[in-house]
């Protein structure tokens, strides 16, 4: 498994833990579309193909939905809700 | 903290990232078929054929066997599979060039036959692979490489209805619906029916899925969801078209 070899982006919201693995995510953007609160913008970091990755600009706006997650298609976002 | 991406467990993870462009539609019908075989519990029987086309990029795509085939004859070629291993869960997984132009007399003869098999058919609009040319699901007016002033339906016709045609010339005991990449949830409940159709061997099982195809439309993610959503609904209705009766018990 290649697991470890996937460099993470996390950012610690108020409801839930944002994981990116940098090394799936290819940048179309479509996470950033579907995110409910708009806070999903593009990184400074870089994905895959070297094209932005995306980041929740304002962490304190994420509501831990898990809708950019469930339409990416390289499965690269992982939200753990906080209890 | 999570270390692992959240991957369907039947994907075949030291493929990933797959072979996609960025923002393709079959990553998200390929993330619904994974999470409908892990839900059924059915991985170390599932037979995976793909086409020629964008989805061959999907040939090392699943932890499960997979053949991949010449252009629209996955279905024949998955058929005899079944034929051959009954126990097997066969999936044919094609495009619309593969499934309604090329391969259309497969998708006609299997279902009027119908064939215990699973075919699961992504829906862009055009031949991603060879540069967006005009396909037999191209909308009217819309542009493409082989139609740079629009699709004119008085030359090359209407859009193809594929569901419609197949629940037209299935018997009872098959299974149609489209689903579309905006609703992942409703297109794994759609795939997850078809293949437990196909467990239980009532008969032909069939889901289109509308997908999207942002590197040919020369869309951005906001352009891409809105002809996923708005335009291409108008002439491909979402929904269940055809399913088994229930069994009295």
Redesign the interface.
């Known amino acids: 498994?290649?697991?470890?070899a996937?460099k993470?982006l996390?950012v610690d919201t108020k409801k839930a833990?944002f994981?990116l693995?940098t090394?799936?995510c290819?940048?179309?953007?479509?996470c950033?579309?579907?995110c409910p609160v708009k806070t999903l913008d593009w990184s400074e970091t870089l994905g895959?193909?070297g094209?932005p990755a995306v980041q929740p600009k304002n962490a304190d706006d994420c509501t831990g939905c898990g809708m950019c997650?469930?339409?990416c298609?390289?499965?690269?976002i992982?939200i753990?809700r906080k209890k | 903290m999570s270390k692992a991406p959240n991957m369907p467990k039947s994907w075949r993870e030291e493929t990933k990232p797959h072979k996609f462009c960025p923002g393709c539609g079959h990553g998200l019908v390929l993330k619904a078929l994974g999470q409908a075989i892990d839900e059924l519990g059915i991985q170390d029987r599932v037979v995976f054929g793909c086409d020629i086309g964008c989805s061959l990029l999907s040939f090392d795509f699943f932890n499960v066997d997979s053949v991949q085939t010449h252009h629209g004859r996955t279905t024949p070629v998955v058929t005899g599979v079944k034929r051959a291993r009954p126990d097997r869960i066969c999936i044919a997984y094609m495009g619309d060039g593969g499934g309604y132009a090329i391969g259309s007399q497969h998708l006609v003869n299997a279902a009027a036959r119908n064939e215990k098999i699973t075919v699961i058919l992504a829906n862009n609009c055009n031949y991603g692979m060879t540069g967006g040319q005009m396909a037999p699901t191209s909308l009217p007016g819309m542009k493409t490489e082989t139609t740079p002033y629009g699709r004119d339906p008085e030359v090359t016709g209407y859009p193809t209805q594929g569901p419609e045609m197949v629940s037209a010339i299935t018997r009872e005991g098959a299974y149609v619906a489209r689903g579309t990449v905006a609703n992942v949830r409703q297109l794994k409940n759609y795939i997850k029916k078809a293949l437990q159709n196909q467990v239980e061997g009532n008969g032909f099982s069939f889901v289109e899925a509308l997908s999207g195809c942002p590197t040919n439309w020369s869309t951005n993610a906001k352009d891409t969801w809105a002809f996923i959503e708005e335009t291409m609904p108008k002439y491909f209705k979402v929904g269940e078209l055809k399913a088994p009766a229930k069994k009295e018990e």
Do not use: I, N
Not at chain 1, 1 to 4: F, H, L, V
Not at chain 1, 26 to 30: A, D, F, R, S, V
Not at chain 1, 73 to 76: T, V
């Open positions: 498994m290649t697991t470890s996937y993470m996390q833990v994981t693995f090394g799936l290819k940048g179309c953007g479509l950033t579309q579907k895959v193909y094209t997650a469930m339409v298609p390289d499965c690269a992982t753990e």
